[in-house]
């Protein structure tokens, strides 16, 4: 696979790579005026043969000197849904879209930090295509992650000026899976002669999916909060688990015993309840729920994993679906040049992906990655019920203990400002004489399924941290 992927990436590159578009947003519609910072957006050709192309939203640094600050790129899940939609005007981008219709500064924007790249991510989530229609049929994770190093290296000849930027890759939920196995190509390709390696610095993964056995497990931390009574919680260990669930779901084998034991979790937990956040409201004028919910079989698996558009401000999804829906946001961000025949959605368009992806187990992945020597951030918003945090804290223990890694923290409070900001241990190995932090665990209090929404005063702090390999703010005794 590795030598058929080096050489379409070499072929696309030699004679494509001119086609991608590196266009300047010269203002977005809504924009406040005199933004300190460049923002870039349109498509990078990973497949010139099938018309592949992936869109990126590119966001400067908030900085004098741009290029010396980081590169990092962000993945949201899914699969099939929007890192435009969701990571970049939900999360941690640099705007939000107003009850006027006007876009809002985020002063907890990531490009504070860091040169800030979105991509959507595979072809037919959101404005990302393909000329191919057969490519929409059982894409794939292997399929995943050779479009998405194709796309950095295409990105990097269109912006030649961070080659050499320190580059890290960041991602939720599904990108547990994307980040991983993408990580390791880019780990091959720095290994082939006269290129220009990528400097991967670490990897970061909020409430991510990697082992269905573990992550998914919600029945005790739904019992500890209340949310379903005794009964359903020894039904859910003695009848049938999330897990097992999902499976049956994928496999289209369905048993009466789990779907008397999730019906039963459902109208316990409550319909007006997002699975990603316990805490807070739903948005009462929305108007696009269905925006956010894939389609067919998979949608069945998203009611009960993926994401849905209820947090923070619960009613912010439904503005940025119509902002981005809008023809000349459209044309400001040089999207949909192609007169796509499908709309933007957060969650929904024509890509049908292999179901049993789900059921890979990444674990390994991640403990070859550590042995390589890349650190890894895992992080849980502690109200997300779909990948609660108890089933993170239980995979970063077993990495630690299987790696032989050393606690160089306590498991203690960290600190945003003079709050607790959640929950936090790390560990690491000596090298060359030096401490080594390889991996660390936190919690985010009060914090979602999409951590920097609902959390973004500490989601700043914790990638801050994450860029600079330094532990998190703990008080001083």
Not at 16 to 45: D, M, R, W
Not at 282 to 295: E, G, N, R
Not at 455 to 476: E, N, V
């Amino acid at each position: 696979m590795a030598s058929r992927l080096f050489s379409l990436l070499f072929f696309n590159l030699f004679f494509f790579y001119k086609s991608c578009t590196a266009e300047l947003i010269t203002s977005l519609p809504g924009q406040p005026a005199n933004v300190p910072f460049k923002q870039h957006s349109g498509y990078i050709v990973t497949d010139a043969h099938h018309g592949r192309a992936l869109f990126y939203y590119f966001v400067e640094a908030e900085s004098p000197s741009p290029v010396s600050l980081p590169l990092t790129l962000w993945f949201n899940g899914g699969p099939g849904c929007s890192s435009l939609g969701f990571g970049a005007f939900m999360e941690h981008g640099p705007f939000q879209p107003g009850q006027d219709g006007l876009l809002l500064k985020n002063k907890y924007s990531w490009n504070l930090a860091s040169n800030m790249l979105y991509v959507e991510s595979p072809i037919g989530v959101g404005f990302s295509y393909s000329n191919t229609s057969s490519d929409y049929i059982l894409w794939n994770d292997p399929r995943t992650a050779e479009d998405n190093l194709r796309f950095i290296v295409n990105w990097l000849e269109e912006f030649p000026q961070y080659k050499d930027s320190d580059f890290f890759l960041t991602g939720e939920s599904y990108a547990g899976h994307y980040v991983p196995q993408l990580a390791t190509l880019l780990m091959e390709y720095n290994k082939q002669p006269n290129i220009t390696p990528i400097k991967l610095k670490a990897i970061a993964l909020g409430n991510p999916l990697l082992d269905l056995d573990i992550s998914v497990l919600s029945g005790e931390y739904l019992w500890a909060h209340g949310a379903i009574s005794d009964e359903t919680l020894r039904l859910e260990k003695t009848v049938c688990n999330d897990s097992q669930y999902i499976r049956e779901l994928v496999h289209d084998k369905w048993s009466q015993g789990c779907n008397d034991v999730f019906n039963r979790v459902n109208e316990e937990v409550g319909e007006d309840i997002d699975s990603g956040d316990l805490l807070l409201p739903l948005c009462t004028l929305s108007s696009s729920a269905q925006q956010f919910k894939s389609k067919g079989k998979h949608g069945e698996i998203h009611a009960k994993m993926a994401r849905r558009a209820a947090a923070g401000d619960p009613c912010l999804a439904d503005r940025i679906f119509s902002y981005l829906s809008n023809p000349q946001v459209q044309k400001a961000f040089h999207a949909n040049t192609t007169h796509l025949p499908f709309p933007w959605n957060f969650c929904r368009g024509p890509l049908v992906y292999q179901e049993d992806n789900l059921d890979m187990n990444i674990i390994p992945i991640i403990s070859n990655l550590i042995m390589e020597g890349i650190p890894i951030l895992l992080f849980s918003g502690d109200q997300d019920t779909k990948i609660p945090l108890t089933q993170t804290r239980i995979i970063a223990n077993n990495l630690a203990k299987e790696l032989k890694l050393v606690p160089f923290t306590t498991y203690a409070p960290w600190y945003d400002k003079k709050q607790v900001g959640g929950w936090s241990q790390s560990f690491g190995a000596l090298r060359d004489c030096k401490n080594v932090t390889y991996l660390s665990y936190a919690t985010v209090r009060g914090a979602a399924h999409e951590v920097p929404f609902t959390s973004p005063s500490q989601a700043l702090t914790l990638f801050r941290s994450f860029l600079t390999g330094s532990p998190l703010p703990r008080p001083r005794h």
